[in-house]
């Protein structure tokens, strides 16, 4: 069965960095784009950043240039590489897989990233 496990998270100062990883299993990997989300208490769920079957990558305004998404497919991992970080950084944070710009749901449990001084 298709499983995603997000883990890396943890309380962070700000301007510190937090390196997410997922992993991921029961499906073709290298096949799907993939993404990760973020949601705050009472917010609704953002789109943080994606990368392509191919490497191509897209970030949110709100992270770009801090913010770094890569996949290693032979580990069957996405990575989620964060710096200069700030308290509205602050969310679960999800990792999804992507077919043509469609989220496919596979979500796993997330994981939290709090960051505070």
């Known amino acids: 069965q298709v499983q995603l496990a997000e883990s890396g998270g943890g309380l962070v100062q700000p301007g510190g960095s937090l390196r997410l990883s997922c992993a991921a299993s029961?499906?073709?990997?290298?096949?799907?784009?993939m993404a990760w989300y973020r949601q705050a208490p009472g917010e609704q769920r953002e789109l943080v950043a994606s990368i392509s079957s191919g490497g191509t990558t897209n970030y949110a305004d709100s992270v770009k240039g801090r913010f770094t998404i890569s996949r290693d497919n032979a580990k069957r991992t996405v990575y989620l590489q964060m710096n200069s970080l700030k308290p509205e950084d602050t969310a679960v944070y999800y990792c999804?897989?992507?077919?043509?710009?469609?989220?496919?749901?596979?979500w796993g449990k997330g994981t939290l990233v709090t960051v505070s001084s």
């Open positions: 029961g499906f073709i990997f290298n096949l799907y784009g």
């Open positions: 999804d897989a992507q077919w043509a710009q469609y989220a496919m749901n596979y």
